[in-house]
């Protein structure tokens, strides 16, 4: 019941930064500019967050390992390409132009290859750290 309890409130949670990140201004100029360093950003860190998640069956120390790509490349994933979806997400912004197409296109790979890896990663610790306490 509590894990039932926790997911729920990790989604509202996320639910609640996503509506809150719509209703904020256009992005402004300086943060356009960005938007291709962070949609390559978000594409490679996804797929080295993959590999490196795949390494975890390989490595002598996989604790160390998962908790970096957890706690680092995932999170630095998942933030690029939702900054770059959070920038062109008005209609001010021409979303019609093939640069923007491709960087929405580069996010949304990264964003695709970093869930893929998150699965992973908790198949891993369910597999491997099954009742035993994580903290």
Not at 65 to 91: E, K, N
């Amino acid at each position: 019941m509590t894990l039932l309890v926790q997911s729920l409130a990790s989604l509202l949670l996320i639910a609640g930064v996503f509506w809150f990140l719509w209703k904020l201004p256009p992005a402004r100029a300086g943060v356009l500019a960005l938007t291709p360093f962070l949609a390559l950003g978000s594409a490679w860190a996804g797929l080295l967050a993959l590999i490196a998640t795949g390494l975890l069956w390989l490595v002598p120390w996989p604790d160390h390992w998962l908790s970096m790509v957890m706690l680092l490349l995932d999170p630095a994933s998942i933030a690029a390409g939702v900054a770059v979806f959070w920038a062109y997400r008005h209609p001010t912004v021409h979303a019609d132009t093939e640069p923007i197409h491709q960087q929405r296109l580069q996010a949304a790979t990264g964003l695709t290859l970093t869930a893929i890896a998150v699965v992973i990663g908790y198949v891993y610790v369910t597999t491997h750290y099954a009742g035993t306490p994580v903290a």
